[in-house]
């Protein structure tokens, strides 16, 4: 199991970590099967989303947006950073071939924080069919 | 593959099945892969959300209360109930490690009912690389 | 590996693609285990809901209109599809065991195209404690 930290910097943001997973399948040996990258924490959580131009992370934390609301009863105050973590989701699984993570052309793995800034540990594993 | 069953009596619900997928995790024996959390159900879904304070859990149905409406077509009504399921998603994937799932201090796997009460079955399965 | 492809012919489509799947699972002759299907796209995703009545797919696309917006900044004015595909999710993991996919009654594993009308391709590994 590998494991990457994190230290956001704002109190929402999305953070590219593609190549740091690609880094633990290569040190795996691992060369076909599954990649699972796991958010470890409550407000913060792991999806794909374009790798190219930086204003689709802008519009995807305004589009989460909606979400926002003074109306939770959470004492904390962060009621929507605990939905939005739970619709994005803990984990997200990518395909392995060949020891590479099967990603399409725009596709990046994003750690998705929603309250920051915060220092946060992400896990993943590879499953696979053997060193082949 | 083990098998959960839960009985929910209210129409939105969520509920913690942690430990008893960690039941079914330690019965299997399997120290190290990954743990799939599958509800078989169209009309509810699993996620990761807080353990702890169980405001975070009526938050979260309040915040998805953005999806109900009166303008779907679905004679059964329960159109809403659809979409917060596939949008939490029918399925979750933990890290184990030593056995253990690999859930952060504050996650629990979630079980959500969307179009309650009704009887419900989640199943789950060990994928590894052996019981070492 | 398995391959999908998929040619949309609307904007916004939801397309069941289980057999397609399943199809897969039998092809690659592991009976225990489980298949990742994920999208290699940042405007689709995968995710599991009703296969009966037509009208739950149009209400979840019309659900999901709550991220349209005009007040996006990525200048291919597709930002709507981009969240709507990270929410949704690019990848969904099924348990199989006696080499059929175990989905509910009313489950079927939908594709969701959000930026079409697109040529789509979609990617299948079953991952499994061998061929038993």
Known sequence: MGTISISTSESIQIVDIS???QSIVSRSGMKEGLCVIQSTHTTAGITVNENADPDVKKDMLK????????????SEGNSAAHIKASLV????SIIVEKGELQLGTWQGIMFCEFDGPRDRKIIVKVIGNGNM
Chains 1, 2, 3 share one sequence.
């Open 19 to 21: 190549s740091k997973v």
């Open 63 to 74: 589009g989460l947006s909606v979400f926002d609301s003074d109306d939770y009863d959470h």
């Open 89 to 92: 989701g803990p984990s997200v």
